[in-house]
Structure formats: C-alpha cells, structure tokens
C-alpha cells in the first residue's frame, strides 16, 4: 500500500523555525517527484514546493521562496521541509503529496503547524 | 500565482448532475492539459478525483468526468450522491513545475 506520513509539526514562536518529515512506502520513492502542499484553517490548499526524485530539481511558491526549503533523502525514503522565519500566516496543516501526471496522489495526513507567541 | 476561481458553493439533490467551474488564465489552466481535481472531507486528506483534466484514477467512480474550454475546466458529478458532498478543489500546472489550486467549491447535497 503506497503511504505517506508526516511528522514535526507544533507549536513554533514567529521568527522561528521547524522540520517536516514525510516518510514515505510502497513504492520506488526515488522515482517520483514529491510536493509540499498547506491548507490554513478553514481556507484553501495552497502548492508551496516541488522536488524532483533525482533531487536535481526544486520549485517554490512565491510565498514562502527564502524561507522554505525542500529536500529528500532516497535512501531514507523521506522528504523534508524546513521552515525558517515563521509567521503567523504560516500556521496551517502541511501535506505531503507524490506528484504523478500534474496531479498530487496520494496524500498523507497532514501535520498541524501553529506560528504563536 | 493568483488562485484559479471556483463557485464557493454548489448543490443539487440526489440523483441530479452538478457541475464546478474552475477558471484561471492562458498561463495555467487555458495552457496546459494538466488540470487536476480533489475532494476533501472534512478532517480528511484531499483524494485525487481527476487528473490531466479528464483521467480518473484507479478506484475512481466514472460519476465524475472532467472537461475544458478555453481558460476554465470543469468537473461534472453525476448521479449526485450523499457522499458526494465534501469540498473539491481543482488544480493547475502554471509553468515552470509551479501549480496553484482553485480557491475550492463546497458541495452540498439537498
């Protein structure tokens, strides 16, 4: 069964920084591009970042370019997001997605990220 | 990267056909063929319906079609039923390997 788990979520002070993991199973990870989708509460999904499975390759929204960064490890078949210089318009439940044909599929569950003081 | 527009609400009773707009610009949905749809319960992970704006993944009911004109997709539900009702969202490649999602369209089913 292809599976994807997240994991680091929390609660993290503005200005601040945290590390996401998507551990991933059931199928070739090193084949597929991999992505970082947000939904803040009660809004929309938001595409924040891209990485190819040759780890060569990385793409960024506009909103969080400089202060985001994607990353894998192949031979972890995990795949990262660090956050640095938190906001509160950060807070949001962050999604892991396999990227396959332009489209997301499947996804993990989700872990919360609340930027307060 | 401004959102793709999408009603924020849709309904229709069981049995009917509903369908949700999503338009963006030439730059993304009128230039690719790489629109995508999901559906989200609440409290649940979004679930691909739809990709390449027509395909429907494996385990997918063939309820759901896709279509597009010009710079606007669309995802028709057929035969409409309870546990249709969720939120859907559709996305668009947008050059560049960058994507940006529909602003969501919530489905009630009367």
């Known amino acids: 069964e292809v599976q994807l788990v997240e994991s680091g979520g929390g609660l993290v002070k503005p200005g601040g920084s945290l590390r996401l993991s998507c551990a991933a199973s059931g199928f070739a990870f090193r084949n597929y591009g991999m992505n970082w989708v947000r939904q803040a509460p009660g809004k929309g999904l938001e595409w924040l970042s891209s990485i190819s499975g040759s780890t060569s390759y990385f793409y960024y929204a506009d909103s969080v370019k400089g202060r985001f960064t994607i990353s894998r490890d192949n031979a972890k078949n995990s795949l990262y997001l660090q956050m640095n210089s938190l906001r509160a318009e950060d807070t949001a439940v962050y999604y892991c997605?396999?990227?396959?044909?332009?489209?997301?599929?499947?996804w993990g569950q989700g872990t919360l990220v609340t930027v307060s003081s | 990267q401004s959102a793709l527009t999408q009603p924020a609400s849709v309904s229709g009773s069981p049995g009917q056909s509903i369908t949700i707009s999503c338009t963006g610009t030439s730059s993304d949905v009128g230039g690719y063929n790489l629109v995508s749809w999901y559906q989200q319960h609440p409290g649940k992970a979004p679930k691909l319906m739809l990709y390449?704006?027509?395909k429907q993944p494996s385990g997918v009911s063939n309820r759901f079609s896709g279509s597009k004109s010009g710079n606007t997709a669309s995802l028709t539900i057929s035969g409409l039923q309870a546990e249709d009702e969720a939120d859907y969202y559709c996305c668009s490649h947008a050059g560049s390997s960058i994507y940006v999602f529909g602003t969501g369209t919530k489905v009630t089913v009367v």
């Open positions: 997605a396999r990227g396959q044909s332009g489209s997301f599929d499947p």
């Open positions: 390449e704006g027509t």
